[in-house]
């Protein structure tokens, strides 16, 4: 059990050094990470968000977002596995009976984890939900539907799938375990980048959930709400940590294994005022990211405080320029690491370019072109972002 912030951050640095040596590994050779992921649950990492009086650490925003960071500096694949355990113990936070809070977040501290079984191919928005729980009339839902990109659910002990109901086809979270008749996991995540968070696809074929296991996520819309914001931070976190991934990889590479160009002068790559001048410009943006993610987190604790219209909405912002900001910095740092290294950076051996791929890969998620719509709305004329789980 992990008691409070300054034990998570701590246990989140140390992970990070463990993990670090073999991600690049991992990542050719496509392994996945399940003895790491083990590993990770068992400091307890997994339940700090879990309410106190359940008896969880409750740790904030800040401290949540910085444990993603650190992780994601070392493997950004890894990190990327639990981020939809977090906001699904989040949903419970908000919309959850006490009878499902207790039961669930009591499976959190037990060590189990929560998967992912949210989009669906050829929808446009989660409103496009075509999963279905149907009333089966003894107190149950038979679920029935296909999930894709369902990312961390082949490790996980209960998968929450959002889908519709029959009765007034409002969309809720069904917390179905890994085990339950009808339901299949496909690991056929094939991305260039990312690629060992097993983001595959879900099968559900009328698969029976207690009505006692589902959630009216629906609620969570009808009012000033953190739930985007939430997860939108944990996934700023992951672009940080790789941006400062990948530096770091350009730092040691420079340090230990460039060639100075003939015409500086110089005895080594790393005494070229022009890559000195260089790694400045990237730390910049490194730092710059960094610090937005900070703001941003503490946006979101602030809200929690106090959540009203207003807060909510400040929250959002701040979230969505710290998502804009640090996918641009990850993306941009990734590729200097070979302008900076040289041509032997770019060796498939050395697997340098997993940084880029991950960074490319995660940013697509959703754009940030209309992140930077709304902050524009609200600075302008104050239009308040929507409410959805994206901002």
Same mark, same amino acid.
């Given at each position: 059990?992990?008691?409070?912030?300054?034990?998570?951050?701590? @246990?989140?640095?140390?992970?990070?050094?463990?993990?670090?040596?073999?991600?690049?590994?991992?990542?050719?050779?496509?392994?996945?990470?399940?003895?790491?992921?083990?590993?990770?649950?068992?400091?307890?990492?997994?339940?700090?968000?879990?309410?106190?009086?359940?008896?969880?650490?409750?740790?904030?925003?800040?401290?949540?977002?910085?444990?993603?960071?650190?992780?994601?500096?070392?493997?950004?694949?890894?990190?990327?596995?639990?981020?939809?355990?977090?906001?699904?113990?989040?949903?419970?936070?908000?919309?959850? &009976?006490?009878?499902?809070?207790?039961?669930?977040?009591?499976?959190?501290?037990?060590?189990?984890?929560?998967?992912?079984?949210?989009?669906?191919?050829?929808?446009?928005?989660?409103?496009?939900?075509?999963?279905?729980?149907?009333?089966?009339?003894? *107190?149950?839902?038979?679920?029935?539907?296909?999930?894709?990109?369902?990312?961390?659910?082949?490790?996980?002990?209960?998968?929450?799938?959002?889908?519709?109901?029959?009765?007034?086809?409002?969309?809720?979270?069904?917390?179905?375990?890994?085990?339950?008749? *009808?339901?299949?996991?496909?690991?056929?995540?094939?991305?260039?980048?990312?690629?060992?968070?097993? &983001?595959?696809?879900?099968?559900?074929?009328?698969?029976?959930?207690?009505?006692?296991?589902?959630?009216?996520?629906?609620?969570?819309? @009808?009012?000033?709400?953190?739930?985007?914001?939430?997860?939108?931070?944990?996934? @700023?976190?992951?672009?940080?940590?790789?941006?400062?991934?990948?530096?770091?990889?350009?730092?040691?590479?420079?340090?230990?294994? &460039?060639?100075?160009?003939?015409?500086?002068?110089?005895?080594?790559?790393?005494?070229?005022?022009?890559?000195?001048?260089?790694?400045?410009?990237?730390?910049?943006?490194?730092?710059?990211?960094?610090?937005?993610?900070?703001?941003?987190?503490?946006?979101?604790?602030?809200?929690?405080?106090?959540?009203?219209?207003?807060?909510?909405?400040?929250?959002?912002?701040?979230?969505?320029?710290?998502?804009?900001?640090?996918?641009?910095?990850?993306?941009?740092?990734?590729?200097?690491?070979?302008?900076?290294?040289?041509?032997?950076?770019?060796?498939?051996?050395?697997?340098?370019?997993?940084?880029?791929?991950?960074?490319?890969?995660?940013?697509?998620?959703?754009?940030?072109?209309?992140?930077?719509?709304?902050?524009?709305?609200?600075?302008?004329?104050?239009?308040?972002?929507?409410?959805?789980?994206?901002?």
């Amino acid at each position: 059990m992990i008691r409070d912030d300054a034990e998570a951050l701590r @246990t989140a640095a140390g992970l990070a050094e463990e993990f670090r040596p073999g991600a690049s590994g991992r990542d050719a050779r496509r392994e996945l990470p399940r003895a790491e992921l083990d590993r990770l649950t068992a400091t307890g990492l997994l339940a700090i968000t879990v309410p106190a009086e359940y008896g969880g650490a409750d740790v904030p925003a800040a401290t949540l977002a910085e444990v993603f960071r650190l992780l994601a500096s070392a493997d950004a694949s890894l990190a990327q596995i639990p981020q939809s355990h977090f906001a699904y113990v989040n949903v419970l936070r908000q919309q959850g &009976s006490d009878e499902q809070r207790a039961f669930f977040f009591g499976e959190v501290l037990a060590g189990r984890r929560f998967g992912n079984a949210q989009s669906e191919a050829g929808t446009k928005h989660l409103q496009d939900i075509r999963t279905r729980l149907t009333a089966a009339g003894d *107190g149950s839902y038979l679920l029935t539907g296909v999930k894709n990109y369902s990312t961390g659910a082949l490790f996980a002990d209960w998968i929450p799938v959002l889908a519709r109901t029959g009765d007034d086809d409002l969309l809720h979270v069904a917390y179905v375990p890994a085990d339950a008749p *009808g339901l299949t996991v496909t690991d056929d995540w094939d991305g260039m980048g990312q690629r060992t968070t097993a &983001s595959g696809t879900v099968r559900l074929e009328s698969v029976r959930v207690p009505e006692a296991h589902v959630v009216p996520h629906h609620l969570t819309f @009808t009012g000033p709400q953190l739930h985007g914001a939430i997860a939108q931070l944990l996934h @700023t976190a992951i672009d940080a940590g790789i941006a400062a991934g990948a530096l770091a990889e350009a730092v040691d590479f420079v340090r230990t294994r &460039s060639r100075p160009w003939f015409e500086s002068g110089y005895d080594t790559a790393a005494e070229d005022p022009l890559l000195i001048q260089r790694f400045g410009e990237l730390d910049l943006r490194r730092r710059a990211a960094d610090a937005l993610l900070a703001t941003a987190a503490h946006a979101v604790d602030a809200a929690r405080a106090d959540l009203d219209d207003d807060s909510a909405a400040e929250a959002s912002v701040a979230v969505a320029a710290a998502k804009a900001y640090a996918g641009s910095a990850a993306l941009e740092i990734a590729d200097a690491l070979f302008e900076v290294s040289g041509t032997r950076a770019a060796l498939d051996s050395l697997n340098l370019h997993r940084h880029w791929r991950d960074a490319r890969t995660h940013t697509l998620h959703d754009p940030a072109r209309w992140k930077i719509q709304h902050i524009g709305r609200y600075v302008l004329n104050g239009t308040r972002p929507p409410r959805h789980g994206l901002l």
